[in-house]
T-cell receptor, first 114, second 114 residues
Framework: KQEVTQIPAALSVPEGENLVLNCSFT??????LQWFRQDPGKGLTSLLL?????REQTSGRLNASLDKSSGRSTLYIAASQPGDSATYLC?????????????FGRGTQLTVWP | NAGVTQTPKFQVLKTGQSMTLQCAQD?????MYWYRQDPGMGLRLIYY???????DKGEVPNGYNVSRLNKREFSLRLESAAPSQTSVYFC?????????????FGQGTRLTVV
């Protein structure tokens, strides 16, 4: 069974800082990895999907990388803003599976203060 | 574009009562999923449907049944609710089994069993 760990569990930073959120997974034979954002009391919003062939994906101030050999992914947030405050989740599929079943980390709760 | 729609958003049940959570997606996705989210446990897969007409158990299927009514709709039924089923339930969908299986989530159903 795929196991996903996220570090740190919580992060509180002043506005403007560049941030790195970490995600590790146990089974590296995955086809992709997905990052989500969850606001309090809300659903999950997909941020980035990195396919194993891409190694990196960018959307605005967000950049996600994937290193399958080490079982790690990082989410980089540039010039953080108070509106970035949320919980960030990474999710990896079953080893070698394309069925889309996802295993989630417990998330990093981010607070960006003005 | 509505994406993934779940009903109801909130529900309180008494122990032993039954209910059905509804989910519909308008993205013509083949695969659909039900997850539950609990504090300290993260998101866990209950059931999934890789394509219309098929369903399979996830990590925590006990106490639940599902129906893939058609390509758009995937319902989750609690036959005899228990306090341990107090949770937030999320429905998700993705295009198909394959490498580009980006998952999209509904806004959740917050269920309390008393």
């Amino acid at each position: 069974k795929q196991e996903v760990t996220q570090i740190p569990a919580a992060l509180s930073v002043p506005e403007g800082e560049n941030l790195v959120l970490n995600c590790s997974f146990t089974d590296s034979a995955i086809y992709n990895l997905q990052w989500f954002r969850q606001d309090p009391g809300k659903g999950l919003t997909s941020l980035l999907l990195i396919q194993s062939s891409q190694r990196e994906q960018t959307s605005g101030r967000l950049n996600a990388s994937l290193d399958k050999s080490s079982g790690r992914s990082t989410l980089y947030i540039a010039a953080s803003q108070p509106g970035d405050s949320a919980t960030y989740l990474c999710a990896a599929p079953d080893r070698g599976s394309t069925l889309g079943r996802l295993y989630f980390g417990r998330g990093t709760q981010l607070t960006v203060w003005p | 574009n509505a994406g993934v729609t779940q009903t109801p958003k909130f529900q309180v049940l008494k122990t032993g009562q039954s209910m059905t959570l509804q989910c519909a997606q308008d993205m013509n996705h083949n695969s659909m999923y039900w997850y539950r989210q609990d504090p300290g446990m993260g998101l866990r897969l209950i059931y999934y449907s890789a394509s219309e007409g098929t369903t399979d158990k996830g990590e925590v299927p006990n106490g639940y049944n599902v129906s893939r009514l058609n390509k758009r709709e995937f319902s989750l039924r609690l036959e005899s609710a228990a306090p341990s089923q107090t949770s937030v339930y999320f429905c998700a969908s993705s295009e198909a089994p394959g490498m580009n299986t980006e998952a999209f989530f509904g806004q959740g159903t917050r269920l309390t069993v008393v």
